[in-house]
Antibody, heavy 120, light 107 residues
Framework: EVQLLESGGGLVQPGGSLRLSCTAS????????MTWVRQPPGKGLESVST????????SYADSVQGRFIISRDNSNNTLYLQMNNLRGEDTAVYYC?????????????WGQGILVTVSS | DIQMTQSPSSLSASEGDRVTITCRAS??????LNWYQQKPGKAPKLLIY???SLQSGVPPRFSGSGSGTDFTLTISGLQAGDFATYYC?????????FGQGTKVEIK
């Protein structure tokens, strides 16, 4: 059974940093691209960043480019999102997602989500 | 970025009804189109991938069609557990973009 478990969320002041983790199990982690998707309270879904299975290729939404860094540790089946210079508009539930097989992107399975609140 | 436009934004329906939700992409995305169901406080759940393929474990009353720029999600015989918000999403190019959602409510 595929399981994705996010951690590391919480309350942070504007300009602060936070690192999210997503621990995966139930599939061969290195084989699949992974994506972070966020959802502001009461709003729709926005893809934030994606990383290839090897970790050699990454992409970012314009809204987070230069502030967020996605990475993965395939030896520990863990995905990360380092979030720097956080803004109020980054407040959201953050989900990690496992890619579909083949070239079909996000997301076959999702974690339960973790809330990040940026506020003073 | 590719823009995804869903319609309607909400609808009211009764159990047993046939429901259709449409999604239009701002450019040709071939068949790189997924549909998700989301219930309050929960993560999205994949229903349909590559426009018309039913995800494992999803009831066959859910179906998808379309290609290019126009796509449709159909629920044949709405059941109580289907009242939720539905999103389309293109996986043709990053950033993967989502429609604004369609909330299916009980009439």
């Amino acid at each position: 059974e595929v399981q994705l478990l996010e951690s590391g969320g919480g309350l942070v002041q504007p300009g602060g940093s936070l690192r999210l983790s997503c621990t995966a199990s139930g599939f061969t982690f290195v084989t699949y691209a992974m994506t972070w998707v966020r959802q502001p309270p009461g709003k729709g879904l926005e893809s934030v960043s994606t990383i290839s299975g090897s970790g050699g290729s990454t992409s970012y939404a314009d809204s987070v480019q230069g502030r967020f860094i996605i990475s993965r540790d395939n030896s520990n089946n863990t995905l990360y999102l380092q979030m720097n210079n956080l803004r109020g508009e980054d407040t959201a539930v953050y989900y990690c997602g496992k890619a579909l097989a083949g070239p079909y992107g996000c997301c076959e399975f999702w974690g339960q989500g973790i809330l990040v609140t940026v506020s003073s | 970025d590719i823009q995804m436009t869903q319609s309607p934004s909400s609808l009211s329906a009764s159990e047993g009804d046939r429901v259709t939700i449409t999604c239009r992409a701002s450019q040709n995305i071939v068949n790189y189109l997924n549909w998700y169901q989301q219930k309050p406080g929960k993560a999205p759940k994949l229903l349909i991938y590559v426009a018309s393929s039913l995800q494992s474990g999803v009831p066959p009353r859910f179906s998808g069609s379309g290609s290019g720029t126009d796509f449709t999600l159909t629920i044949s015989g709405l059941q109580a557990g289907d009242f939720a918000t539905y999103y389309c999403q293109q996986s043709y190019s990053f950033p993967w973009t989502f429609g604004q959602g369609t909330k299916v409510e009980i009439k």
